[in-house]
């Protein structure tokens, strides 16, 4: 058993009988979602040879990464998804409108 990074059930072949084979299962570690604050002794071994900032405050609000500051960076690709949808509509269109003139023409 090498590959047992996911819990579940695993099939897993003996050497004798030939084709025979037995199955095993892989419990989750509940301690890896954990949400619980490090403590600074933690942290520190944590941070070790990376530079790697582990702020005891930041830590009480884990889901700052995902929200946006006011005033933050403007995000321009919503822009740029529509432009290109219009200019594929506008692609299209044109498509037709030459197939229709040459089929009549």
Do not use: N
């Not at 954990?34 to 582990?54: D, F, N, Q, V, Y």
């Not at 930041?58 to 529509?82: A, C, K, N, T, Y």
């Not at 290109?84 to 299209?92: M, N, Q, R, S």
Request: proline share 6%.
């Amino acid at each position: 058993m090498t590959k047992t990074a996911e819990s579940g059930i695993y099939r897993l072949s003996l050497p004798e009988p030939p084709g025979g084979f037995v199955f095993g299962a892989v419990a989750r570690d509940d301690h890896e979602s954990e949400m619980t604050m490090l403590e600074p002794a933690e942290a520190a071994k944590l941070a070790e040879g990376w530079p790697l900032i582990i702020d005891a405050e930041g830590q009480q609000d884990g889901l700052s990464l995902f929200q946006v500051e006011p005033g933050g960076r403007h995000e321009v690709w919503r822009i740029l998804v529509m432009a290109a949808l219009a200019g594929l509509c506008v692609e299209i269109y044109l498509t037709r409108r030459l197939v229709r003139a040459q089929a009549a023409g």
